[in-house]
């Protein structure tokens, strides 16, 4: 079991940036590939950005590709987006999300029932 907790949240300006914590307690964090999922009111959940366990790869969606960065630091037990360059789209619930290391998670990285444990979620809210 696999505990995580988002933080970082919160009402910025449109330009403005955040940064995201995930905190995982329970089991061996390094262990998980870890993503980043965010959710709109009214809209499906999507997929965010990604990174294997060992911090190597990283992947993004095309809609926040140059503007954020997922990492991750296994000895905090934790894994962070940064955000820039943020758009009033950018509005949502932003969950953390862990899968136990599968050969095919990374082809089905964006796929949120990949993820095994999820993350109450941190608002972000991007004003114009």
């Known amino acids: 079991q696999v505990q995580l907790v988002e933080s970082g949240g919160g009402l910025v300006q449109a330009g403005g940036s955040l940064r995201l914590s995930c905190a995982a307690s329970g089991r061996t964090f390094s262990s998980y590939n870890m993503a980043w999922f965010r959710q709109a009111p009214g809209k499906e959940r999507e997929f965010v950005a990604a990174?294997?366990?060992?911090?190597?790869?990283?992947d993004y969606a095309d809609s926040v590709k140059g503007r954020s960065t997922i990492s991750r630091d296994n000895a905090k037990n934790t894994v962070y987006l940064q955000m820039n360059s943020l758009k009033p789209e950018d509005t949502a619930l932003y969950y953390c999300?862990?899968?136990?290391?599968?050969?095919?998670?990374?082809?089905?990285?964006?796929?949120?029932?990949?993820?095994?444990?999820w993350g109450q979620g941190t608002q972000v809210t991007v004003s114009s």
């Open positions: 999300a862990a899968a136990q290391l599968t050969s095919t998670w990374y082809r089905q990285r964006t796929d949120h029932h990949q993820y095994d444990y």
């Open positions: 990174i294997t366990w060992t911090g190597t790869v990283t």
